[in-house]
């Protein structure tokens, strides 16, 4: 399967952070969709948009095992959703995108989010927490492991 980011996990470290493993990404553009900055967030969220056109990266070989991680990692502010996005060829490809719902719009500012600005300003510590976010998914399963059955 083929998943398509545009904000934290188009970072190659963040995304091994979360699923475990190292995926070759492209660059892969998502027309019709702006990206916005999550209020309060050094993240964005994408929504529907005419006329919009979101950069990023589409990975390809995600399982399904890592596909629960990742929407683990997204939690219940993104829905996963299928999305048609292009290559630099523009070859287009279906792909998995994490979308803002309808209902969870108004969690977006209007501010555009910012790929470098990211990078140079928060990608060391937001790296951090995604290694402590696994850590402690990893211990929270083997605890429930070990519960016996009720």
Same mark, same amino acid.
């Given at each position: 399967?083929?998943? &398509?980011?545009?904000?934290?996990?188009?970072?190659?470290?963040?995304?091994? $952070?979360?699923?475990?493993?190292?995926? *070759?990404?492209?660059?892969? #553009?998502?027309?019709?969709?702006?990206?916005?900055? /999550?209020?309060?967030? #050094?993240?964005?969220?994408?929504?529907?948009?005419?006329?919009?056109?979101?950069?990023?990266?589409?990975?390809?070989?995600?399982?399904?095992?890592?596909? /629960?991680?990742?929407?683990? &990692?997204?939690?219940?502010?993104?829905?996963?959703?299928? =999305?048609? /996005? *292009?290559?630099? $060829?523009?070859?287009?490809?279906?792909?998995?995108?994490?979308?803002?719902?309808?209902?969870?719009?108004? =969690?977006?500012?209007?501010?555009?989010?910012?790929?470098?600005? &990211?990078? #140079?300003?928060?990608?060391?510590? &937001?790296?951090?927490?995604?290694?402590?976010?696994?850590?402690? *998914?990893?211990?929270?399963?083997?605890?429930?492991?070990?519960?016996?059955?009720?």
């Amino acid at each position: 399967m083929r998943l &398509f980011c545009y904000g934290t996990l188009q970072f190659p470290g963040i995304m091994q $952070a979360v699923t475990g493993l190292q995926f *070759s990404g492209v660059p892969a #553009v998502l027309d019709d969709y702006a990206c916005r900055v /999550v209020r309060g967030e #050094v993240y964005p969220g994408i929504v529907p948009a005419a006329g919009a056109r979101t950069g990023g990266v589409v990975y390809n070989g995600i399982g399904t095992a890592h596909l /629960v991680k990742l929407d683990r &990692f997204e939690g219940d502010l993104y829905q996963r959703v299928r =999305v048609c /996005v *292009s290559d630099r $060829a523009g070859t287009p490809h279906l792909a998995w995108a994490y979308v803002i719902p309808e209902a969870m719009h108004r =969690v977006l500012s209007r501010d555009a989010w910012n790929r470098e600005t &990211f990078e #140079v300003t928060y990608l060391g510590d &937001f790296l951090q927490s995604c290694r402590r976010f696994d850590r402690m *998914s990893a211990d929270s399963r083997q605890q429930a492991d070990r519960r016996p059955d009720r």
